[in-house]
C-alpha cells in the first residue's frame, strides 16, 4: 500500500506539472516567476485550475471507496447518495432565477443543496443505521432532486438560463479561480478527514453488520461521518466544478489490485488516484484540437461508461 501511494503521489506532482504546461498558449517554465505578461496565464488560469482538479478529484475518488466500503457495492458511487443531485439542483436554481451573477452565490447555492440533501437523508434514513434503508433513501432523494432539476430546466424563463442551466450540469473547471479554490479546499479538507475516521469501522464492517456491532461499530455514528463526509466533499466539487461523475466509481476498482480489498487500504491511493485521473483528464480536454473545450463532465462520462459496463459484464461472468 505504501509504495502504491508513494508511486501515485510522485505521479499526482508529475501530472500537476503537466496541467501547468498544458494549453492553447505555450508558457516556458523560466517565464513562470518572472515579470511576463504571459506568467499571469499560469498564476491566474492554470495554477488555480490545477489545484481544484487535484482537490476535486481526490475528494471524489475518497468518496467513492468510502461509499463502496460502507455499502460492500463494486458498483456504488458518490451520486447514489443524492448529494450530486442535490448540490447540482441548488446550482440550476440559483441560474433559474438569476442569482449566479454574484460569484459565491452559485456556488453557496449548491452547498445549500447538498446540505439540504443531507439532511433530508439523515431524517429519512433515521437511527437504525440499516444499510438498505439508507440506500432507499439516497434513491429517493436522487430521484426527487433530479425531477426538480428538469423541471427548471422545462420552465426556464429564457434559451439562455436553459443553455447555461445544461452547460453547467455538464461539469468541467473552465475559468475557474482562486475564490473557487478557497471556497473547495477547506469543505474537502474537512470532508475528507471525516471519511478518513471510517477506515476501521469500514473494515469491521466487511464482517458482517453483527459482526461490526460486536466488534464496537457504532452503527449510527458510521452512518453520520458518511453523510457529512461525503455532503462536504462531493457539494464542495459539485459547487465549484459541476457534475462530474464516474470518478468515484472508477477510481476504487483501478487501485484495489494493487493494494488489496480491505476497505481501509484503498482509502488513501484512491484520493491519490481520484487527483491524478481528474488533472489528467483536464489537462487532455484543453489540448484536444476542438473548435470549443470538451467539457470535463463528459469526457469522464465517455470513460466512465464503458467502464461501468465493463464491471457489470465482469460480474454477469462471475455469477454465471
Known amino acids: 500500500m505504501r509504495r502504491t501511494s508513494l508511486l501515485l503521489a510522485i505521479g499526482v506532482v508529475a501530472i500537476a506539472a503537466l496541467s501547468l504546461l498544458a494549453g492553447k498558449v505555450w508558457v516556458p517554465p523560466a517565464l513562470w516567476a518572472s515579470d511576463d505578461p504571459r506568467a499571469i496565464i499560469i498564476l491566474e488560469l492554470r495554477l488555480p485550475r490545477t489545484i481544484l482538479a487535484l482537490v476535486v478529484g481526490a475528494a471524489l475518488g475518497l468518496s467513492g471507496a468510502v461509499m463502496q466500503g460502507y455499502l460492500r457495492n463494486p458498483l456504488a458511487d458518490p451520486g447514489l447518495f443524492g448529494v450530486s443531485a442535490g448540490g447540482a439542483l441548488g446550482a440550476v436554481l440559483s441560474l433559474y432565477f438569476g442569482y449566479a451573477a454574484q460569484a459565491w452565490l452559485l456556488p453557496g447555492f449548491a452547498l445549500s443543496g447538498a446540505g439540504a440533501t443531507m439532511a433530508l437523508l439523515a431524517l429519512i434514513a433515521g437511527r437504525s443505521g440499516s444499510l438498505i434503508l439508507f440506500t432507499l433513501a439516497g434513491m429517493i432523494v436522487t ?106 466509481l472508477m477510481v476504487p476498482h483501478l487501485v484495489r489490485p494493487l493494494v488489496g480489498s480491505r476497505p481501509s487500504a484503498i482509502l488513501l491511493p484512491s484520493a491519490l488516484g481520484g487527483a491524478l485521473l481528474v488533472t489528467l483528464a483536464d489537462s487532455l480536454v484543453r489540448v484536444a484540437p476542438t473548435v470549443s473545450e470538451l467539457r470535463l463532465g463528459i469526457a469522464m462520462s465517455m470513460l466512465g461508461g464503458p467502464f461501468f459496463l465493463y464491471l457489470l459484464l465482469s460480474m454477469r461472468r462471475r455469477l454465471a
Request: charged share 10%; hydrophobic share 60%; glycine share 10%.
Open 143 to 248: 430521484s426527487i432532486a433530479g425531477s426538480m432539476t428538469a423541471l427548471a430546466i422545462s420552465l426556464a424563463p429564457n434559451p439562455f438560463v436553459a443553455s447555461e442551466i445544461v452547460n453547467w450540469l455538464m461539469g468541467a473547471l473552465t475559468d475557474r479561480s482562486w475564490n473557487d479554490v478557497a471556497l473547495a479546499l477547506p469543505l474537502v479538507g474537512v470532508g475528507m478527514a471525516l471519511l478518513a475516521m471510517t477506515a476501521r469501522s469500514l473494515d469491521a464492517l466487511t464482517l458482517g453488520e453483527a459482526a461490526a456491532r460486536s466488534l464496537g461499530v457504532d452503527p449510527v455514528r458510521l452512518q453520520w461521518l458518511v453523510i457529512a463526509g461525503t455532503a462536504l466533499t462531493v457539494g464542495a466539487s459539485v459547487a465549484t466544478a459541476g457534475v462530474i461523475g464516474f470518478v468515484g
